[in-house]
T-cell receptor, first 111, second 113 residues
Framework: DVKVTQSSRYLVKRTGEKVFLECVQDMDHENMFWYRQDPGLGLRLIYFSYDVKMKEKGDIPEGYSVSREKKERFSLILESASTNQTSMYLC??????????FGPGTRLTVL | GNSVTQMEGPVTLSEEAFLTINCTYTATGYPSLFWYVQYPGEGLQLLLKATKADDKGSNKGFEATYRKETTSFHLEKGSVQVSDSAVYFCALRASGGSYIPTFGRGTSLIVHP
């Protein structure tokens, strides 16, 4: 089975801190994604990557950046966390089929 | 552009009731269609999918039929259980071009004993 892991289930940070969210997949998938999930808004795509060192902006990239130095790892970076970035963050990977495989999510609270 | 519209929740049912969650889509060509489920405290996981018109996806007693004429992919289950309580997301992947899926906003299902 495909496994996607995220570095933390819960995270509490202060406004202005730099925050790193890590995601690792074990199935050699080319494509990886970061979403945020908010009540009533569903999933919104922040960034995605289709290969090592390649990245593309999604629908809401402002305030975020990403890094993909190795195929299995895709990191989401909040350069200066703000309270409106309090959310659930979901990582997903996708191979040659259409199916996305999700991690368990990181619930981030910014105080 | 592509879009997915789901019925708003929460949907509240008693155990053993019949479930329907409506999903309609807008897309050109012949997209692939999906239902994902998110149990409390977890990420999404694929429930079922269909890749062409009139295909029926099924899993764990859930079914959905790809209806091209009505651009719909409604999720059904004949007898729900408390353990089916979750959020259900309809999604599509457009044919050709982008592999990025489009998700609906999700429908919360609450099943009471």
């Amino acid at each position: 089975d495909v496994k996607v892991t995220q570095s933390s289930r819960y995270l509490v940070k202060r406004t202005g801190e730099k925050v790193f969210l890590e995601c690792v997949q074990d199935m050699d998938h080319e494509n990886m994604f970061w979403y945020r999930q908010d009540p009533g808004l569903g999933l919104r795509l922040i960034y995605f990557s289709y290969d090592v060192k390649m990245k593309e902006k999604g629908d809401i990239p402002e305030g975020y950046s990403v890094s993909r130095e190795k195929k299995e790892r895709f990191s989401l970076i909040l350069e200066s966390a703000s309270t409106n970035q309090t959310s659930m963050y979901l990582c997903a990977s996708q191979g040659s089929t259409d199916t996305q495989y999700f991690g368990p999510g990181t619930r981030l609270t910014v105080l | 552009g592509n879009s997915v519209t789901q019925m708003e929740g929460p949907v509240t049912l008693s155990e053993e009731a019949f479930l329907t969650i409506n999903c309609t889509y807008t897309a050109t060509g012949y997209p692939s269609l999906f239902w994902y489920v998110q149990y409390p405290g977890e990420g999404l996981q694929l429930l079922l999918k269909a890749t062409k018109a009139d295909d029926k996806g099924s899993n764990k007693g859930f079914e959905a039929t790809y209806r091209k004429e009505t651009t719909s992919f409604h999720l059904e289950k004949g007898s729900v259980q408390v353990s089916d309580s979750a959020v259900y997301f309809c999604a599509l992947r457009a044919s050709g071009g982008s592999y990025i899926p489009t998700f609906g906003r999700g429908t919360s299902l609450i099943v009471h004993p």
